[in-house]
């Protein structure tokens, strides 16, 4: 193949990818008891409410063999599910922490686990980010942002930032704020209209 043709392949989706009308979220932490995984409940709701099919794709739930070095050449059956959801997923919905000014390993990991380049490529991919502190986590989003991008992902622009988050949830895990609320509404509504478009499909109303 000539090098143009092998640029353009690489660029054009895969032919095994989007089969299933499909939001997948990724809880972008393995920690117990994260608040990006209150968050990630939010963002469910929303789907639901919107009709649209979704998945919880939770790096807690990984399995531990993949954290075997050996992983890089191989990677264990129990990861296939994982590694599947995204590939077909009409679109990803990363809910990320922030740790130590950056995305957590685990999900950098996960990242660096997934198929190349069907995972990537033409993917549709959105961002919030939950911090403790007061940028609520612009810098992973950030560099989230840049990492689909290098791979060849279409970054949806509208993002939401969770600064102390634990100011912003209630007891339960609640966000309490309406006007937070409203922009995770927001912004899965724009990126819903944003896959739609894209992949000239319908997602409102999918069959799960
Ligand atoms: C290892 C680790 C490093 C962290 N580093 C930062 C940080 O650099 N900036 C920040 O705002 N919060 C930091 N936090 C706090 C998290 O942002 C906070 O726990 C928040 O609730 C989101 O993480 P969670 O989903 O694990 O709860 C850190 C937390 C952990 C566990």
């Known amino acids: 193949m000539c090098p143009r043709a092998a640029s353009k392949a690489r660029n054009q989706p895969h032919p095994k990818t989007f089969r299933s009308l499909m939001i997948e979220i990724i809880a972008g932490t393995n920690r117990p008891g994260s608040n990006t995984r209150k968050v990630v409940r939010h963002v469910e709701e929303i789907y639901a409410g919107l009709k649209v099919p979704y998945h919880v794709l939770d790096l807690a739930a990984m399995p531990p063999e993949i954290f075997s070095p050996g992983s890089y050449a191989e990677k264990p059956k129990s990861f296939q599910p994982f590694a599947d959801a995204v590939v077909r997923a009409s679109g990803l919905h990363v809910v990320t922490p922030e740790y130590n000014g950056g995305m957590p390993g685990v999900l950098k990991y996960f990242i660096d686990?997934?198929?190349?380049?069907?995972?990537?490529?033409?993917?549709?991919?959105?961002?919030?980010?939950?911090?403790?502190?007061?940028?609520?986590?612009?810098?992973?989003?950030?560099?989230?942002?840049?990492?689909?991008?290098?791979?060849?992902?279409?970054?949806?622009?509208?993002?939401?930032?969770?600064?102390?988050?634990?100011?912003?949830?209630?007891?339960?895990?609640?966000?309490?704020?309406?006007?937070?609320?409203?922009?995770?509404?927001?912004?899965?509504?724009?990126?819903?209209?944003?896959?739609?478009?894209?992949?000239?499909?319908?997602?409102?109303?999918?069959?799960?």
């Not at 502190?133 to 970054?155: C, D, K, S």
């Not at 969770?162 to 100011?167: D, E, I, K, T």
């Not at 922009?183 to 944003?194: I, M, N, P, R």
Request: charged residues 25%; aromatic residues 12%; positive net charge.
């Open 113 to 208: 686990m997934l198929k190349f380049p069907e995972s990537f490529v033409s993917r549709p991919v959105c961002f919030v980010g939950v911090a403790a502190g007061l940028w609520g986590a612009l810098r992973p989003v950030e560099q989230l942002q840049g990492i689909f991008g290098y791979r060849n992902a279409f970054v949806y622009p509208e993002r939401v930032f969770l600064p102390q988050v634990s100011n912003l949830l209630d007891d339960r895990g609640q966000l309490k704020s309406e006007e937070l609320v409203g922009k995770l509404k927001s912004q899965a509504e724009g990126f819903v209209d944003f896959v739609e478009r894209l992949q000239r499909t319908r997602l409102r109303g999918a069959a799960a």
